[in-house]
């Protein structure tokens, strides 16, 4: 085993968005910085490469964001998605210090833009990153390198060394060799274990093979599971995952947003038996994707297949993977394997359960719902029957998981025995703190911005 | 038109359009994303505007190792020099030149020998200063052509791209729109207005940006000196040579300098940049062509410094002669790319107002 010759204070394990912002924060400190990145360069900056936006309180308009967004309602907003499972303490921190993230943000070189086509209803909460998440990543490790944080790619840390109230070594493999280094203090940023398909096998159960993960393959939790064998405190749900409903044809890992899939309101979403499952119209898709998630990863073989006419080809984004097209029902299910007799089936019945359709209004929730129909179909239902008729798989895409390091209002982490005083964690990896259940668009960006500046300070103020 | 380019451009931009995130860049994204479907000229018109800042490229998180392996930069490069040699009148001399340095290395040896030709069998019929060496009758009957027939050129071809991409009837506000952005280079500093991305990966620079203002403006300054000087001579009978503090000499000089410093530097920032974000196979063109262009502006501001000593008259030759080359080429080399610039520019300004 080699031992790095040069002396780092801080070790920050991860190379994403939370990882960058504590190791820039404890380099201004002066404080000699290293950051163990298990990716490849090319494939750096975990799930933060697939991100775009960032949720931010603010009193008066700020940046490109418009009006105003109290601290109240940001709250309010992350207690609907979460149902409660928020400690409250920690997430108004998040959301109180993220009014300063911003210009701190662009002073360390990222840029905003106003939102997105399509996404205009983010354009008072949520600032966006002109380029997206990679181009925050890239723009994060340029200010690095002139602060004199060294990085470390396809370093891959094994195991830190616990004893006692404090981290002793850390060990990680690099170009094929195992090395050892002492540093003062520790940040772990290196996200969930979303990739590591056993984990979430034995967490969710059989089902958890056929999920599809959507970012980053290098996030498996492995520093997770060494800390949390050592009895470092734990927070969230060990055996739940954040999942949304996408295209079935998306890569196993990285499909990241363009993979996503917005038709279903305007379908019937059939099983495998071409049964329908659940009612697609219950509410406008942004408010019930990750719904959909949990929905196909209950059905058989963990997929779903999306049925639409043309009438309804233009009303959502397009998706990365042209639908299959048929001139009949029919034909549509034999190109998806499903039983053609039965899809017809419930394509007509479906069908014949549409009422009036003339106050249907694609944007709103305009009440066309079917009659006596189970299940029901409770807004935009509009019978399928101009070819040429469309079809999509659905799979389910795993975005994160819940289970992560329990952390203070300093970011510190602990056992039993009380904080552990040279170990600190930001962004997803303790995320589980603040979104117990459910996703808010933009917040994974906030915490980790918030919480690995808050780390990044506390360690350096450690080490110094 | 190569289908393969053009179909490989079309599957990277249905990529692009499902994710958006580069729509702050420039021009080209959100003109792509106001279409579901592209057809073959919509790919033309997105290759045209696309002015390979990179930017997207460096944000892309899809670009290869990832299977998506998106290369937008490069995708649109090929298919926008597939398109400018396929638009190309007379059609088979352009596609020599966007991808051989050596034919226009060629070209110029040729148009030094011309003008050597011409100086020797023509000759002067008693002028001043350059006229004692060429006539200034034999002057405008070799440039007269030279300069008409290749706007001749380029006008056919830029009638196939207008066609090609559906333009409509132009409005004032269309051009004036378009010439704002170019004037500006607008789609070389990003939205965010920090530059490209170009000689040193994902860094923002405003290094192309500020070269190829140095390019452009000195190449118009010396146009506008010529432009200057031939008024000078038919409307006001004021004949060369001309005194340094007139405008054809204040105009030539700073021109000169600037062109042939933008030159230089373009060489050395292209140098410096990834061939794999453009288009690999126009390297030698690209490079070629802008070699001569600066070879225009050295030699003329050394035919300038020199005017008076017995070098003068094989200057003459070889700066008319690269003069000439460098006309005759334009149809057919990247100095083409400055008036599908434009075409495309004002077709995207239509496209805002709705047509």
Not at chain 1, 27 to 41: F, M, N, Q, S
């Amino acid at each position: 085993m080699a031992t790095q010759t040069e002396a780092y204070d801080i070790a920050v394990i991860g190379g994403g968005n939370a990882a960058l912002c504590a190791a820039m924060t404890a380099a201004e400190t002066g404080a000699r910085v290293l950051i163990l990145e298990t990716a490849p360069k090319p494939y750096r900056g975990g799930n933060s490469r697939h991100t775009r936006n960032f949720r931010c309180m603010h009193k008066a308009p700020l940046g490109p964001l418009i009006e105003d967004y109290s601290e109240e309602e940001y709250l309010s907003d992350l207690l609907k998605v979460t149902g409660g499972k928020t400690d409250e303490h920690l997430a108004r921190l998040a959301i109180r210090t993220s009014e300063e993230c911003l210009p701190w943000m662009e002073e360390h070189g990222v840029r905003f833009q106003p939102s997105l086509s399509g996404t205009l209803s983010l354009a008072r909460t949520n600032a966006f990153f002109m380029g997206g998440g990679k181009s925050l990543v890239n723009a994060y490790y340029r200010t690095a390198a002139r602060l004199g944080v060294d990085v470390l790619y396809e370093a891959a840390v094994t195991h830190l060394e616990l004893n006692g109230d404090r981290v002793e070594w850390l060990d990680y493999t690099y170009e094929g060799q195992s090395h050892r280094i002492k540093p003062k203090a520790v940040i772990v940023a290196s996200g969930g274990f979303q990739a590591d398909t056993d984990w979430l096998t034995r967490a969710w159960g059989e089902p958890a093979k056929n999920f599809l993960i959507r970012g980053t393959p290098y996030n498996r939790g492995v520093v997770l599971a060494d800390l949390l064998n050592q009895g470092v405190d734990s927070v969230g749900d060990p055996t739940q995952c954040h999942a949304v409903a996408i295209d079935g044809r998306a890569p196993k890992f990285d499909g990241g947003i363009v993979t996503r899939l917005d038709c279903v309101p305007f379908s019937i979403v059939v099983n495998k038996d071409a049964d329908r499952f659940y009612d697609e119209g219950e509410d406008v898709w942004p408010k019930r994707y990750a719904i959909w998630g949990r929905l196909v990863a209950a059905q058989p073989d963990q997929v779903g297949y999306v049925i639409i006419d043309s009438k309804s080809l233009n009303l959502f984004m397009p998706s990365v993977f042209p639908p299959l097209k048929a001139d009949t029902v029919a034909e549509l299910a034999g190109m998806m394997g499903l039983p053609a007799d039965r899809l017809c089936k419930t394509v007509s019945e479906f069908n014949e359960a549409c009422g009036d359709t003339s106050d249907f209004h694609p944007t709103e929730l305009d009440g066309v719902a079917t009659n006596g129909l189970t299940p029901p179909k409770t807004n935009w239902a509009r019978p399928i029957t101009e070819p040429p008729f469309y079809g999509y798989s659905l799979r389910t895409g795993v975005t994160f998981t819940y289970l992560g390091l329990k952390v203070d209002d300093t970011a510190q982490c602990s056992t039993a025995n009380g904080k552990i005083k040279n170990l600190w964690a930001a962004g997803e990896t303790m995320a589980g703190s603040i979104l117990g259940q459910g996703y808010l668009a933009g917040f994974g960006m906030t915490i980790g911005t918030v919480f690995g500046r808050i780390a990044g300070r506390e360690a350096a103020a450690y080490a110094n | 038109m190569q289908t393969e380019l053009i179909q490989e451009a079309r599957r990277q931009a249905e990529i692009c359009n499902a994710c958006r995130y580069c729509e702050g860049y420039c021009s080209v994204f959100p003109s792509l994303h106001a279409e579901r479907a592209f057809s073959d000229g919509d790919i033309t018109q997105l290759a045209n505007l696309c002015h390979n800042c990179r930017g997207c490229y460096y944000a892309c998180q899809y670009t290869a190792p990832h299977e998506f392996d998106l290369n937008l930069p490069k995708a649109l490069a090929e298919v926008r020099r597939d398109s400018w040699e396929s638009y190309a009148w007379p059609g088979p001399l352009a596609r020599r030149f966007h991808t051989h340095g050596g034919a226009i290395a060629l070209a110029l040896v040729i148009g030094f020998a011309v003008l050597f030709w011409a100086i020797r069998a023509i000759g002067s019929s008693g002028g001043e200063g350059f006229y004692a060496v060429l006539s200034h009758n034999a002057m405008v009957a070799i440039f007269a052509p030279a300069f008409l027939l290749p706007l001749f050129s380029i006008g056919i071809s830029l009638r196939r791209y207008w066609r090609d991409v559906g333009g409509k009837p132009v409005q004032i506000t269309d051009v004036t729109a378009a010439f704002k952005r170019a004037g500006k280079m607008q789609d070389l500093a990003a939205g965010h207005g920090d530059g490209c991305n170009f000689e040193d990966e994902d860094r923002f620079s405003q290094g192309r940006r500020h070269i190829h203002q140095a390019v452009m403006y000195g190449f118009l300054m010396c146009f506008a000196s010529t432009s200057v000087a031939t008024v000078m001579h038919y409307v006001f009978g004021l004949h060369a040579p001309y005194g340094f503090w007139s405008l054809p000499k204040l105009f030539g000089v700073s021109g000169g300098i600037l062109l042939t410093l933008g030159c230089v530097g373009m060489v050395v920032l292209k140098q410096k940049s990834d061939r794999n974000l453009g288009d690999p196979s126009a390297w030698g063109g690209d490079i070629g062509f802008i070699l001569l262009l600066g070879f225009v502006g050295f030699s003329g501001l050394v035919l300038y410094a020199l005017g008076s000593t017995s070098l003068m008259p094989a200057l003459l030759a070889i700066h008319l002669g690269a003069v000439l080359t460098f006309f005759l080429l334009t149809p057919y080399t990247k100095m083409a790319h400055g008036f599908y610039r434009l075409a495309a520019l004002i077709r995207d300004a239509q496209r805002k107002r709705g047509v």
